[in-house]
């Protein structure tokens, strides 16, 4: 014990993975430990969107929209296999918002983010526009079509955390912080292996925080601080159901009740809906869509689409709690996705929680968090903003250029279904080479799991990804789960649990640990 890390962080999500990724590219030692896997709170369960939140217009955060329109377009850059544009159709309903304020907010969310790279918005004509076909016929006349972009959330925490290790960084998963305390000005937080039971401790100078729902929870370990801040758990609930039309733009429906949906393709074959906003007083650990909240999102879809959403449609839903600070507003769609840092010195060794938060300002929150901690770190005035021009593993392309990733990988290996070589090349870009190697046909990837998953690819998410199960493989580090049955998925789990040891050097060397 008798390293001193310059940062320890607590919660492996977006956030927490973030500051990881700064704080090691500007020469600080850091460790971060999370209790369960990679983005396996928060932010796996999001829309899958990198976008400015044009909702937030109405309630005047103008602040925040306009700095997540600017980060649109930066993570867009540094991760292009990821992150994609999409294009939203939002329809005019003519008992709701007037036309003129759409078209005020829209003007607004075009010109205040500093747009280069996306098309602006255009005015859609629904009745002969091919976007207006999957409508109710003569119930919406008009609409508009505006710019944000899709993202792959759980990938992004996975190769924000991969290129924190890269750089040095120890990430640790499976990894729970059950003790914090402070001597003579050093942090030391005992660490427990959730697999193994084993315990250790690690000291840092500085501790951070990022425990997101589970944040207040943190602070009660015998951190010596209590909270002023609070937080206010938001539940949001989304569907899957079959593709619902063929065209390739999403849409975003008003409902009467003042919330908005998002209705997008996803997976090629599928459609996502959602997502609801709701207070929540549960375990976070245990949040699920309820049939309420299922029955809701049919019903908002069902007021716009021809063919009509049904409970039994659904294929997959998922749940998720934001952990948004406690502004005081009456109502949970009310409440700020702005975040909020509280520093605390007890001892004379910094402390930073972190409240709220959106993935789209992921990398805003660490910068803005190493400024807070500043005094205690290395923070070289050279390396500030850095994390805008360096590409996350696999993203070092132009982005316009993952299809013809796509063509290359299939002319390498003309073994490669189009649609494999199509999804290898989203999910890891520029490095899905490294997990197919010199295999000259597909039997040279090794055991076939089902849906273009294979050996070959499993092992190089344990080596390198801190995959640990098939739970960490078709849901978060893919989206397979909604492909494969569930006996492949229990024989995937036997199989990387008869193999997790084979992958534990390589990823030990790696900074990581299953």
């Not at 090691?24 to 829309?47: H, K, P, Q």
Request: charged share 25%; net charge neutral.
């Amino acid at each position: 014990m008798d390293r001193v890390f310059d940062l320890a962080i607590i919660g492996g999500g977006i956030n927490g993975c973030g500051i990881a990724r700064d704080a090691a590219g500007r020469g600080n030692s850091v460790f971060l430990c999370e209790m369960n896997d990679l983005a396996s709170g928060t932010s796996s369960w999001s829309t899958k969107l990198v976008h400015g939140g044009l909702r937030y217009l109405e309630y005047y955060e103008f602040r925040l929209v306009r700095e997540a329109l600017i980060e649109r377009e930066i993570l867009w850059q540094i991760a292009p296999h990821i992150i994609r544009p999409l294009r939203f159709v939002l329809p005019h309903h003519s008992g709701l918002r007037p036309a003129w304020l759409l078209r005020l907010g829209l003007f607004l969310y075009d010109h205040i983010g500093g747009r280069h790279l996306l098309p602006p918005t255009r005015s859609v004509d629904l009745v002969h526009d091919e976007v207006g076909k999957p409508l109710i016929a003569n119930r919406y006349k008009r609409g508009f079509e505006y710019s944000d972009c899709f993202v792959d959330d759980a990938r992004l925490v996975v190769l924000t955390a991969r290129d924190a290790a890269d750089r040095g960084a120890e990430i640790h998963t499976r990894s729970r912080a059950v003790e914090i305390r402070q001597i003579d000005g050093i942090w030391q937080v005992t660490v427990e292996n959730t697999i193994s039971g084993e315990r250790t401790t690690i000291q840092a100078r500085a501790l951070v925080n990022a425990g997101g729902p589970w944040v207040e929870q943190v602070l009660s370990s015998g951190s010596g601080v209590n909270a002023r801040a609070k937080v206010r758990l938001v539940q949001g609930s989304h569907i899957v159901v079959r593709k619902l039309y063929d065209h390739d733009r999403a849409y975003m429906f008003q409902n009467a009740d003042g919330r908005i949906i998002f209705v997008i393709p996803y997976q090629d074959d599928f459609t996502l809906i959602g997502t609801t906003d709701r207070d929540y007083d549960g375990d976070p650990a245990k949040v699920k869509a309820s049939p309420e909240e299922i029955q809701y999102l049919c019903a908002s879809a069902s007021e716009y689409l021809k063919k009509p959403v049904l409970p039994k449609d659904v294929v997959w839903t998922y749940s998720g709690v934001r952990p948004l600070y406690d502004d005081g507003a009456s109502e949970a769609k009310a409440a700020t996705r702005d975040y909020v840092f509280e520093l605390d010195t007890p001892g004379g060794a910094p402390l930073l929680s972190i409240y709220g938060g959106k993935i789209t300002t992921y990398r805003r929150l660490a910068e803005e968090a190493l400024e807070r901690l500043a005094p205690y770190l290395h923070s070289a005035k050279e390396k500030e903003g850095w994390t805008g021009k360096a590409p996350l593993p696999g993203g070092d392309m132009d982005v316009s250029a993952v299809a013809a990733l796509t063509a290359e990988l299939t002319r390498k290996y003309p073994f490669l279904a189009p649609a494999h070589a199509n999804r290898l090349a989203h999910a890891y870009g520029t490095r899905a080479t490294k997990l197919l190697g010199n295999a000259k046909s597909f039997a040279d990837l090794g055991q076939s799991f089902g849906a273009t998953l294979t050996e070959s690819e499993v092992r190089y998410l344990m080596s390198n990804e801190w995959a640990c199960t098939a739970e960490d493989v078709v849901w978060r580090r893919s989206k397979l789960g909604l492909r494969l049955s569930p006996d492949e998925i229990a024989a995937l789990d036997e199989w990387i649990n008869a193999h997790r040891g084979s992958g534990e050097r390589p990823l030990r060397e790696a900074g990581g640990r299953p």
